[in-house]
């Protein structure tokens, strides 16, 4: 968590993320649309057509956005201003992994807290909060998958997937992810939320 500046003298797709990221509500929808794409895969896009990406964009766009608004929240309920940016070599990276068949990386951007210094627990409540609501979607679609008839049950199940899938992969503890955060601020936190998002997504796997 971390100031984010914003370099005067860049060109190219740098210098357009940069400027996309004066205003808040773009960067989240750029981000979105970028997770959507990401998730389906250049392959998949191709093969399966356009209506098949507006599905998982759909599907993407909860566990993305309730994510993200998460840290925002937790942030602002301590005092603290904080926004969502996209980070543009991440972004970037992200990107081209939509052209591998099997693995992926979704590291387009985070919410940025202005703050020099923050307290450990503080700190790892905010990085919590966007995983653990996607633990709650996966474990509420879970439920309500059971008990809706099909097609809406398959939907639920995928919705379920792909935010257990999220948490898990937010929870890793390497940098710059969520999961880094917790790990260094409480191991035993980090354990218990790792191991329920691992749950959750050998349940829907």
Do not use: C
């Amino acid at each position: 968590m971390y100031l984010y500046p914003y370099p005067r003298r860049r060109y190219g797709v740098v210098s357009i993320i940069e400027a996309l990221n004066r205003n808040e509500v773009l960067a989240l929808m750029i981000s979105l649309l970028a997770l959507a794409f990401i998730y389906t895969g250049v392959f998949s896009l191709i093969r399966r057509g356009l209506g098949y990406f507006i599905v998982i964009l759909l599907l993407t766009a909860p566990s993305f956005l309730i994510h993200e608004l998460a840290h925002r929240q937790v942030a602002r309920h301590y005092g603290y201003l904080a926004r969502y940016v996209i980070f543009p070599s991440w972004f970037l990276v992200s990107l081209l992994t939509a052209f591998l068949p099997f693995f992926r990386i979704i590291a387009l951007g985070s919410v940025i807290i202005y703050a020099y210094v923050l307290p450990r627990d503080v700190n790892v409540k905010i990085a919590l909060a966007g995983p653990l609501s996607n633990v709650v979607m996966a474990a509420i679609s879970i439920f309500f998958s059971r008990i809706i008839h099909y097609p809406i049950s398959t939907y639920l199940y995928v919705f379920s997937n792909i935010n257990a899938l999220y948490a898990l992969f937010n929870l890793l503890p390497i940098p710059p992810l969520d999961g880094f955060k917790v790990f260094k601020g409480n191991v035993r936190m980090w354990i218990i939320a790792f191991l329920l998002s691992l749950v959750f997504f050998l349940l829907t796997t």
